[in-house]
């Protein structure tokens, strides 16, 4: 019997959010559709699918910035489609400071996000 997770779109954002603020890549799994397409429309290389490319890529960030933290800037919603402005930001492994900023639109299914489209950038910290 399949489970239904009653949740309003927005609330997969913000335990996403929250998840990885934990610095736990499986809680950040969690968050995500077995079946989940990740899309970077300006970056089409950066593209990935499915739960062993989130485990390989959040596994890199939380390396590479231990201390990563997200903040959810603005979130609109139209049915199941969720639009974020999100900063994520932290310190790199040397010290360098980290940001990136930019808005997200996914599609949220039974609690899940089922896909992502990214339209984040670096933003210049000096």
């Not at 736990?24 to 429309?41: K, L, Y």
């Amino acid at each position: 019997m399949e489970h239904t997770v009653h949740m309003h779109p927005e609330q997969a954002l913000e335990r996403l959010r929250d998840a990885i603020g934990s610095h736990d890549v499986e809680q950040v799994i969690a968050c995500f559709s077995p079946e989940f397409r990740g899309e970077h429309p300006a970056h089409p290389e950066r593209n990935i699918s499915g739960h062993d490319q989130i485990r390989t890529n959040w596994g890199g960030i939380f390396r590479a910035i231990p201390d990563i933290r997200a903040s959810i800037l603005n979130m609109a919603t139209v049915d199941s489609v969720v639009l974020v402005e999100w900063r994520w930001s932290g310190r790199q492994l040397d010290g360098t400071p980290f940001s990136v900023g930019g808005v997200t639109v996914q599609e949220v299914s039974r609690g899940l996000i089922a896909w992502t489209r990214l339209y984040m950038e670096p933003i210049p910290t000096a």
